[in-house]
């Protein structure tokens, strides 16, 4: 389940970008007519008109849809064709959706449009999963370069690494798993954006995660 | 710059260099040895820490002994705070009391995961993290407020410090970490366990611009066993080949009393270096169960 973030928050981490490809999701969030063909439709209006009046200026937008956003092999055959004439892509899928499109694309910027609620029921086939999101309700993408410390980081920190952190790997599973926070060190500095790995995350707001939860797909 | 309202920060303000100690109060209802270690240690260190259930084993509550060896003792304390086991809530609660107690330095961690301590099944809480629980600290001692806003009557004063991973790999991310922190109001940092100058001088080089106070630290080895879990087990931690074999060969020697008397030589020696060549303002000795090894390598430190 996903909420739109507002939009002066996407504008903001639009920022400066010239090519923007706006994909949505036609899984979960599409379902829900939050992610779909049309929802992208409406928020390429949206950003052109906003990014005219306030920036004075005409982004160039793409739109697509992939099936489902958190299967990298859909998304590499919508992707791939564009991805070198865009500087970042803005999903519109969930925190998963971003996190697989920012593995993919390392060097693209790749922004939240959703704030992920909570994720419903879903049948998953066998095999190996890796949690990517937790549904925290604000979603915190853009500063971490794609990579969720919420889910990822054992003790989900917001400002980390912790001390346990050892090359590279963290002190939870005796060091074989990666630490989360090292990830986003990598993945921002490679992107030559550092100054996001320092910026202060304040005490997260636990209200969004409480449980059991409700929302309503109208803005509930 | 914050006041200084500990011993501790101003000794370190008056250009002393300082040294604090570390207590460990176990699974026990009894104070005698962390009272005994304290009374070993007055006179020699500014301050002790003692320490919040540390590698996740629970025990005794810090703020008790960190009380009581300030009133007893004579001794001041750094009460060392983790986020794992206490929400937002119970840190304020825990952080009034301390302040009605006349706890001066408070040492803000986020402490190891459950899963690896004496009581794995535990829910952790993680409600903050160390950062943001700086942030709160500060918020209280220079605002007067909760993080909410909420006034809160007669704040506490304290002095608040940070942990560093000082063999941190990669080391860049602990330092702009570290940076975040002394943003939000940090008096000063203790670092882990350091057996090697050359890496605590690239440390205290990569910090050198924050400006905040370091105080490295020394965990002298009690036994042969200790040394073989840390090179074991704690990741990290890099004990040069010699310092190693200097243990081990002082154990076939003379057993015990010989592995103490190496392990003065060898951690004075350090101690005199790094005062010597490094910027720090001072040393944190964590030779918890065998304090009475403080006073010699301080001696020997010169
Ligand atoms: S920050 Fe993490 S948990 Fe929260 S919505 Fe984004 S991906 Fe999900
Ligand atoms: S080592 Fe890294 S992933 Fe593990 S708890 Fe610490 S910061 Fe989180």
Redesign the pocket.
Known sequence: MVRKKPMDQILAMIGECKNLLILGCDGCAGVYQEGGRKQVELMKTAIEMAEEVKKGRKVNILTDVVERQCESSFCASVVNPVIHNVDAILSLGC?VG??VLADMYPNTLII?GH??MFIGVEDRESGMFHE??????????YETGGI?P??RCAKSLLNGPCGGQSKGKCEVGGWKKDCAWVLIYNRLKDRERLDLFTVFRAPKDFREMQHPREFSASGG | MRQAYSELMKEISAGKFVYTGELEPVKTTSLKEVLEGAQTLKGHVVAVNVTDNPTAFAYMNALIPSYVIQRDVGVEAVYQMTVRDRNRIALLSDILAAGALGIKNILALSGDHTTVGDTPQAKPVYDLDSTTFVYMLSKIVDEGVDLNGNRVEEPPKFNVGIAANINADPLEPEILKLERKVKLGVDFIQTQAVYDVERAKRFMEAVDYLNTPVLIGLAPFRSVGMLDWMVKFVPGIAVPEEVQERIRLADKRGGKAAVLEENVEIFGDLARELKKTTRAKGLHLMAIGFEHIVPRIIERAG
């Open positions: 925190g971003v996190q939240p704030d992920t990517l999101c937790k549904a925290c309700g604000s979603c915190l993408l969720c919420v889910a």
